[in-house]
């Protein structure tokens, strides 16, 4: 009874991931609580799993990571892969981003090369975006450290039996995987949308909102009078009146105290707004708007805005700036602005104030896309110090002739010392999230294990495969995995991905390294929605993509990348 108990609560946990009501880390901590209180892991083994060796060097490496985003050698880069014809800009930005995800973390490398591309208006973003993103996956699922998600199947790994996995024990099958996945992504690439920047006539380039005050000249006249429909660049689409909304907007129709006008338009035609008195742009007057400095971000995957809303965050005293618009893809939000949850790869359009940039919570909660760079670049000597040190880290491991770990922990004393790195800086940036999140997720494992529910498990996915043999099994643990991270997370896939594939590699009898193997490319095959991951999310909008977009890419990318993990997987790691 008690395994079917755990069996149900983990149907329950993959419920609320999947329906996005709860924070995983919420969910992941209270469910790996709840087995603490009913017995099925101890305290003792509870914390061992918070300090697990494979999750504290993940830890490091993200950590350490920090230091590597503010390298010039990402912005320079991405300035002369553009240069060139189109096509072959987009080759060799592919080309790059693959190769640097493998060695740094791919969500800096795609952040780095976000704000470049999205300033430049030679080629359409929406052309580069998308393969910038799955380049990014497919170089950091070749070694250990390219992607969260190896380190965190390594924790699995280590907590189970103990099997550390080699640096480049991932490119056996994950580089000529990339690179047959890279062919085919190269081939639907010129299918990508073309939205050119300098498309302003676009209706769904931003959402915003401007309050009417009761002194307002306009109040008691109608939309015709007052010249609202005809703006430069941007559209009166609705307005918000006692609750209520206004939709579509005649003519005729006359303003009242208080209403809420609501446009759509784009970034620079902000100041159109400028010449009609009384209107606020979410606390901001128009005709003042011009005084301050218009900056576009991207919510970032470590923002605490996430599911928040701006009222209940008080975003204006949080970061001395109002949000005058909003994007999500080419999607249209609907109601108050401040009153719309944020989510990860939201667009923002914001007024900031003179200090704005002196706020130290900015590089976790965004993604600059225009106006000026929101924290100091290290020097030449510093770039070069710490890539050469990083570098040595990898090299040393991969020899290993030094401990991944140690070598970080070494370099991390190192970053601390030189000051490129300060405690403050760790202290806020400290990915708290992910750390709950792969700990209570291999206390779990755990009480999976002792309740006898990973026995139901693998039983299950044996009478599934009966007839199929050891390889069918194989195939069934990579499409859970893979079916995981596209509605979920995926780290989150991999989490709940591993004891399955564990447990029913011991119920066969045979070696789990394929099985292993499996979770860890299926938890990075997320091709097919945007939502389950975070390099998807922040090219999301920025890209002005539908979610068509990443269906039509995805589709052959999927295929193409799930068929040569499954042909080769079991050739290069026998059962």
């Given amino acids: 009874m008690t395994a079917w108990l755990v069996l149900l609560s983990l149907a329950g946990l993959l419920a609320l991931l999947v329906s996005g009501l709860v924070r995983p880390a919420i969910a992941f901590v209270t469910m790996a609580a709840g087995y603490l209180v009913c017995g ?37 880069v991405s300035k002369h892969l553009l240069q060139g014809h189109p096509d072959k800009a987009v080759v060799k930005l592919m080309g790059v981003s693959a190769v640097l ?16 591309i999205s300033r430049q208006d030679r080629i359409a973003p929406s052309r580069l975006l998308i393969p910038l993103s799955y380049a990014s996956i497919l170089g950091g699922m070749t070694t250990l450290v390219g992607t969260s998600t190896n380190l965190v199947v390594n924790s699995f790994a280590m907590g189970s039996a103990g099997i550390e996995l080699g640096m480049f024990q991932f490119s056996l099958v994950g580089v000529p995987v990339a690179l047959l996945t890279f062919m085919v992504l190269v081939w639907r690439a010129g299918t990508l949308p073309h939205h050119h920047p300098e498309e302003a006539e676009d209706k769904l380039s931003y959402f915003l909102a401007a309050d ?3 002194s307002s000249e306009l109040i008691g006249k109608s939309i015709e009078a007052n010249g609202l429909r005809s703006l430069d660049g941007l559209y009166l689409l609705e307005i918000e009146r006692e609750g209520r909304l206004i939709t579509p907007v005649g003519p005729e129709e006359v303003l009242h105290a208080d209403d809420t006008l609501v ?13 009609f008195p009384g209107l606020k742009l979410f606390g901001h007057h128009a005709d003042d708007l011009l005084a301050t400095n218009l900056m576009e971000v991207v919510v970032s995957h470590e923002s605490e805005l996430s599911g928040r809303t701006l009222q209940e ?33 939201d667009c923002l359009l914001m007024a900031v104030g003179s200090d704005f940039h002196q706020h130290r919570n900015l590089d976790r909660n965004f993604h600059l896309l225009s106006g000026s760079p929101t924290r100091p670049r290290l020097s030449t000597w510093e770039s070069g110090l710490t890539l050469a040190g990083f570098a040595g880290v990898i090299g040393l491991s991969a020899l290993e002739l030094l401990p991944l770990f140690h070598g970080l922990l070494l370099m991390m004393g190192g970053l601390l010392l030189g000051g490129v790195l300060s405690p403050s800086e760790l202290r806020r940036r400290f990915p708290f999230e992910l750390w709950m999140i792969i700990g209570s997720a291999l206390a779990i494992a755990q009480g999976l294990e002792t309740s006898g529910a990973a026995d139901l498990l693998a039983g299950g996915m044996q009478a599934v495969f009966t007839g199929h043999g050891v390889y069918g099994a194989f195939i069934g643990c990579y499409f859970l995995t893979l079916l995981l991270t596209e509605t979920v997370t995926n780290n989150a896939a991999a989490a709940l991905a ?17 099985f292993i193997m499996a979770v860890a490319y299926g ?4 091709f097919l929605i945007p939502y389950g991951y975070q390099t998807h999310l922040m090219v999301y909008s920025p890209g002005r993509y539908s979610l068509n977009d990443f ?18 997987t079991p050739i290069v790691f026998p059962f």
């Fill in 40 to 76: 099925l892991v101890d305290t003792t083994v509870l914390l061992q799993q918070y300090t697990n060796p494979a999750l504290a060097t993940l830890l490091l490496l993200l950590l350490v990571s920090l230091a590597l985003e503010r390298s010039p050698l990402l912005d320079w």
């Fill in 101 to 116: 995800s493998a060695f740094l973390n791919n969500t800096a490398v795609v952040a780095s090369f976000l704000s470049t």
């Fill in 212 to 214: 009417l005050e009761r």
């Fill in 263 to 275: 446009f759509t338009g784009a970034v620079s035609k902000v100041q159109a707004l400028q010449r």
């Fill in 313 to 345: 965050v008080d975003f204006r005293s949080m970061f001395n700036a109002g949000v005058v618009g909003i994007r999500r893809g080419g999607k249209r939000l609907e109601g108050q602005l401040g009153q719309i949850p944020l989510r990860v790869g």
């Fill in 498 to 514: 591993f004891p399955v594939a564990w447990t029913t590699a011991q119920a066969l009898g045979v070696d789990p390294m394929p």
């Fill in 523 to 526: 938890a990075s095959a997320c």
């Fill in 551 to 568: 269906l039509r890419i995805g589709a052959p990318v999927s295929v193409a990348y799930s068929a040569a993990v499954l042909v080769l």
